[in-house]
């Protein structure tokens, strides 16, 4: 069977998304998650789970169910992302339960313990969506660090420089303000005897090792914020030190003229 999980948006108007889908479907609220019991005519398809933080986990369904289910709650999106990030695994049910080599397998149908894997799938494909995101960042800005160091100044206008000041400025808070959904969701304060299957899921996907690359990157960003904030000081300084220069050089030319009688 299949598992997929999506990030469509910054976040869901969650609390509105719960109580359309309540009026018209089987659903449950869980913390800050909504769980969906997809149904066509009476019969069960697939379970999914929408996670206020613009995350998306489907199990059992198809694509065509799960698109379609994706274009429902695009009314209900906040900050609604052109290039979404997606993942998918198969997933069956065992005696143990574990992820290996991309399969997902469950020892229980019990509802929570989805829940409890979607959690953890969750964040991971949010957490794709922030590397990516960095990614593009650094990569659209690779150049002017190069040009510092090779022309000793970055050839951009003072009206350039401040857009992407500002660019850099809102990715990097729009990423520190929402980094809290990578830690332990509150869900397992309640439902202790589940957070070991959690954290199992969390390693197999490799979250811990994922978030301190993302710090790292960040720290890159806010050094490049620095750095163009310090040449647009500089730039500004140096336009500063030129009016005072031809002032001078105005004044003493007048003094001149003057001394000469000229004027």
């Not at 957070?195 to 979250?207: A, N, S, V």
Request: proline share 2%; with cysteine.
């Amino acid at each position: 069977m299949r598992c997929s999980t999506f990030c469509t948006a910054d976040r869901f108007d969650i609390k509105t998304l719960y109580k359309n889908l309540k009026d018209q479907s089987e659903c449950a609220f869980y913390h800050d998650v909504i769980h969906l019991k997809v149904l066509e005519k009476g019969h069960f398809l697939g379970d999914a789970f929408f996670f206020d933080y613009g995350a998306i986990v489907f199990w059992g369904l198809d694509e065509k169910t799960e698109q379609q289910l994706l274009n429902d709650i695009k009314p209900y999106e906040i900050g609604s992302k052109r290039k979404i990030a997606f993942d998918d695994f198969s997933f069956s049910y065992g005696e143990v339960s574990k992820i290996y080599k991309d399969e997902i397998i469950l020892q229980t149908k019990n509802i929570l313990a989805k829940l409890t894997v979607s959690y953890g799938l969750s964040q991971s494909v949010k957490l794709d969506f922030f590397e990516e995101m960095i990614e593009t960042t650094i990569a659209s800005t690779r150049h002017l660090p190069e040009d510092l160091a090779k022309k000793g100044k970055i050839r951009l206008s003072r009206k350039e420089i401040s857009r992407r000041m500002g660019g850099l400025f809102l990715e990097r808070n729009s990423i520190n303000l929402h980094t809290d959904i990578l830690d332990t969701p509150e869900f397992f304060w309640e439902y202790a005897d589940l957070e070991p299957l959690y954290r199992r899921t969390c390693i197999y996907l490799d979250i811990s090792s994922r978030v301190e690359v993302l710090n790292k990157r960040l720290g890159i960003v806010h050094e490049l914020f620095e750095m163009l904030g310090n040449e647009l000081n500089h730039q500004h300084s140096s336009k500063l030190e030129w009016t005072i220069i031809w002032l001078i050089v105005i004044e003493v030319v007048i003094a001149l003229l003057d001394v000469f009688n000229v004027i």
